[in-house]
């Protein structure tokens, strides 16, 4: 019997991986192509592509990661090399589309058949897609000068005396704000409509739980480029970092879970008095009590996970 390792019955033969290399190598030189064609075949190349990168990171994936670990690594690195830069196609493709839609709405506003607050929100989404881009040709980038997958871990170290890293999270860190300002103007609004009596304070609270779950998102963006810039410096381990990662992504878990507990309480809290009222089924009355209590048990997990997390980071040796 030979010598086999349990990996090994599980990786695909040589003859696959060569020509998935082939495949993903010829999609790529035929994307170059496609520069100056009809807009429409471009567009159906582009999602045809993102098949072929569902397919691909399904291979890789699994059994198909041992194989891709065994590949020699020029071939390794052309296969992350053509996902990276299927997934810049694609992210420039939905930067195309809310550009399209932009300049739609922006022609409704002009005419006076659509509201200008309308065209903020399609101009924020086009403002998100653009910082997609930006985060995908980062990664393309990196990719082509480590022939590896991008790393985002906070003690990645620096590429060619580049900090991708902290560059992914300025991008992130854009789109994050941009959104936060879309969601404060919405609730501006919700909160005018009720002062006009034309909506409920539910509505508001709707608005208020979106924007603590954004704003717990910036906090983790900047407590992550504050960790980072530490890494680098020198003054934290490796493994303090990602411990404080974590126990900053529990924090904003926490904030989340409460954002929604004040919703869902106050829904209970109405569906109860139209119950009393005879307004409201039982069934929604203990849907919304079964959401109660969910939301209710994912509260106490995060403070477990920040508790064990504390513990973890206490066990901690000094740098």
Known sequence: MTDQQPNDM????QKFVDRLAWELDSTVRRRKTLNGVDPLRRFRYQWAAAFALAAVSMCIGGAGTYAAIRLPDSQAADLYAARAATL????RTQLEHHHREYSRMRALVDRGSAPQRELRRFETQQQQAEMEVAVRQLELEETRLTGKEPNDALSAPRVAGRDFVTE????????????LELVHNDADHAQSLIE???ASSAELLASRA???????ELEAIERRRALRAEFLAGTLSAA??????MRFGAIAARQQARGRLE???AQHDRLSRLAERGLVNDAELSAVQAELQTVEAHVQLADLELRILDQKLQEMPAP
């Open 88 to 91: 810049l196609e694609i992210a």
């Open 10 to 13: 599980q990786a695909p033969d």
């Open 168 to 179: 992914r999270l300025e991008m992130r860190r854009r789109a994050v704000r941009i959104r």
């Open 263 to 265: 919703v869902v309480i």
């Open 240 to 245: 303090t970092v990602e411990l404080r990662e």
């Open 210 to 216: 979106e924007l603590i779950a954004i704003e717990s």
């Open 196 to 198: 006009a009596g034309m």
